[in-house]
Every structure is written in structure tokens, then in C-alpha cells.
């Protein structure tokens, strides 16, 4: 079964800066695309982020400009620089393979807070 491990989440004050990772405990075939994704209380799952096996990446329009998506390997990252407190949220990595498979880490705490 493979997992995937997210880590550098925190607590960090507005305009601040935080690098999240996610690596996966072995290598998965058939990648199509990786993502970052958050949740609230209060929403449902959103997507932050994405970035093909080629190269693409997509952001959501709240992000763009402040995060940064990129892959090495087999760890999954995420830049978030200027946080604003809407930012504060779990954050989820995902790889996506074909055939509709797609897996998820257990989440990493975000917190933006004065």
C-alpha cells in the first residue's frame, strides 16, 4: 500500500513563509499528476495546486503568485510565501494515476495567525 508523508506544515504569521513536503513511501506507476489540496471546518477539500508529469502546473486563483508547485523525484512540493490567514487549512498532497487511482497523504496542518 503506498503512503504518502506530508510534513512542514506549522504556525506562521501573516506574509510569512512555509515549504511543505510530500514523498512517497515507494515509487507509483502511472502518474498523470500530482496535487496539493486543503481543507477547513468550514469548506469542503479544495484544490491549491496541481502539476503534470510533463511539466504543467494549475493553481487556484487565491494562490497564484504566493505558491509555487514543483516536483523532485519522488517528493512532492509546495512553496507558500506572503500566507494570508484565509491560507490556514489542512494540506493534503495527492498523486493521481491513471485508472482513476488516486493517493492520498494524511495532512499537514497549516496555521496563519498574528
Known amino acids: 500500500q503506498v503512503q504518502l508523508v506530508e510534513s512542514g506544515g506549522g504556525l506562521v504569521q501573516p506574509g510569512g513563509s512555509l515549504r511543505l513536503s510530500c514523498v512517497a513511501s515507494e515509487r507509483i506507476w502511472d502518474i498523470y499528476s500530482m496535487g496539493w489540496y486543503r481543507q477547513t471546518p468550514e469548506k469542503e477539500r479544495e484544490l491549491v495546486a496541481t502539476?503534470?508529469?510533463?511539466?504543467r502546473t494549475d493553481y487556484a486563483n487565491s494562490v497564484k503568485g504566493r505558491f509555487t508547485i514543483s516536483r523532485d523525484k519522488n517528493t512532492l512540493y509546495l512553496q507558500m510565501k506572503n500566507l494570508k490567514l484565509d491560507d490556514t487549512a489542512v494540506y493534503y498532497c495527492?498523486?493521481?494515476?491513471?485508472?482513476?487511482?488516486?493517493?492520498w497523504g494524511q495532512g499537514t496542518q497549516v496555521t496563519v495567525s498574528s
Open positions: 502539476v503534470t508529469v510533463r511539466g
Open positions: 495527492c498523486v493521481h494515476a491513471n485508472g482513476g487511482i488516486n493517493y
